[in-house]
T-cell receptor, first 111, second 116 residues
Framework: GENVEQHPSTLSVQEGDSAVIKCTYS??????FPWYKQELGKRPQLIIDIRSNVGEKKDQRIAVTLNKTAKHFSLHITETQPEDSAVYFCAAYAGNTPLVFGKGTRLSVIA | GEEVAQTPKHLVRGEGQKAKLYCAPIKGHSYVFWYQQVLKNEFKFLISFQNENVFDETGMPKERFSAKCLPNSPCSLEIQATKLEDSAVYFC??????????????FGPGTRLTVL
């Protein structure tokens, strides 16, 4: 089955700097890769996603890149703000299978 | 409704007691998913439903866990004879469809189960 590895597990950045979180997946059939943000005590919320026919997607300060050959995808947050502090989860979906999550990255943005 | 609803918000049970959690998916969504999130933040998939039918139950510890989605009723997740390691936040999510083209899963606020 699918296995998703996520790094780093914790990340601290200065406000205004960029943050990058990386994930790898094992199942070459995976075709959809969402990123969720979970604030303390709250539900996970989708912040951006990418499908396998696209290499990059951007939404304001957030971007995701996908390298299908290497089976890895990354989340990039530019100009970080204190409200970006949260746990971020990557996930992979291979069709008719459960969404498989990475173990999460705790991002702290220091003002 | 426009959001996935889960009840109760918190549930405390003594070891060995039964726990029952409820989930109302977004109206019009035909898929429901249950996840367990333990203190280390990891999400563990438990079970999914397509309408009232079990779609995938590969994550369910079948000895003590059971789940249902009946027509015109909230979906439920039941744990018989709870154990300390069942302490976690249980999230329900719903989506419009699965299979082939993936649709976003919308998460409920979760139920925090504490087993003492």
């Amino acid at each position: 089955g699918e296995n998703v590895e996520q790094h780093p597990s914790t990340l601290s950045v200065q406000e205004g700097d960029s943050a990058v979180i990386k994930c790898t997946y094992s199942d070459s059939a995976s075709n959809y890769f969402p990123w969720y943000k979970q604030e303390l005590g709250k539900r996970p919320q989708l912040i951006i996603d990418i499908r396998s026919n696209v290499g990059e997607k951007k939404d304001q300060r957030i971007a995701v890149t996908l390298n299908k050959t290497a089976k890895h995808f990354s989340l990039h947050i530019t100009e970080t703000q204190p409200e970006d502090s949260a746990v971020y989860f990557c996930a992979a979906y291979a069709g008719n299978t459960p969404l498989v999550f990475g173990k999460g990255t705790r991002l702290s943005v220091i003002a | 409704g426009e959001e996935v609803a889960q009840t109760p918000k918190h549930l405390v049970r003594g070891e060995g007691q039964k726990a029952k959690l409820y989930c109302a998916p977004i109206k019009g969504h035909s898929y429901v998913f249950w996840y367990q999130q333990v203190l280390k933040n990891e999400f563990k998939f438990l079970i999914s439903f397509q309408n009232e039918n079990v779609f995938d139950e590969t994550g369910m510890p079948k000895e003590r866990f059971s789940a249902k989605c009946l027509p015109n009723s909230p979906c439920s997740l039941e744990i018989q004879a709870t154990k300390l390691e069942d302490s976690a936040v249980y999230f329900c999510a719903s989506s419009q469809s699965q299979g082939g083209v993936y649709n976003e899963q919308f998460f409920g606020p979760g139920t925090r189960l504490t087993v003492l």
